[in-house]
């Protein structure tokens, strides 16, 4: 039987409004112990496709990917089979410590798929700045995605 693996691929542009309209992300990053270590984080996508999250400097994660910046992530939805829709993407993560990158990154994603007024997005600044200097940016630079949607399927299985 021929794989149907093609029928259920996104495209690129779906890859991209599915990643756009997903606020969590699981993080895979490989432990020392040599077990997996995945993570739920809230990310936002620039616009070269670059994926990006905030944690603190020193939390497992951080040190796992200054070990090893290889990564998973897995982005997915659907509460029955037949709606069944994901991305994993393999990843090098580059590890920010700057302050002013870590305060924009918190608003980027506090403010995602919404319209913020200045005033809004200045006490959002003010808050976010308390912890920003703890933190790490983590960018995740895309190597290779792997897709799915099984609704492209119409029931058929």
């Known amino acids: 039987m021929p794989s149907r693996r093609n029928n259920i691929e996104l495209t690129d542009a779906e890859i991209r409004t599915f990643l756009d309209s997903s606020k ?38 951080i ?12 982005v997915e939805s659907g509460l029955e089979y037949s709606e069944l829709k994901g991305v994993v993407i393999y990843a090098r993560a580059e590890i920010i410590e700057d302050v002013d990158v870590a305060i924009d990154t918190l608003v980027k994603i506090n ?19 308390k912890t920003a200097a703890k933190r790490a940016v983590i960018k995740f630079h895309p190597l290779r995605y792997v ?7 119409g029931g058929r299985y």
């Open 63 to 74: 040190l796992n990917l200054r070990r090893d910046a290889k990564a998973s992530l897995l």
């Open 111 to 129: 403010t995602r798929g919404r319209t913020v007024n200045l005033a809004e997005r200045q006490a959002l600044t003010g808050a976010v700045a």
């Open 24 to 61: 969590t992300l699981i993080i895979v990053s490989n432990g020392a112990d040599g077990y997996p270590h995945p993570m739920p984080m809230w990310f936002y996508v620039d616009d070269a496709g670059c994926l990006y999250c905030t944690t603190f400097g020193k939390s497992q994660k």
């Open 147 to 153: 897709s799915w949607d099984h609704a492209k399927l």
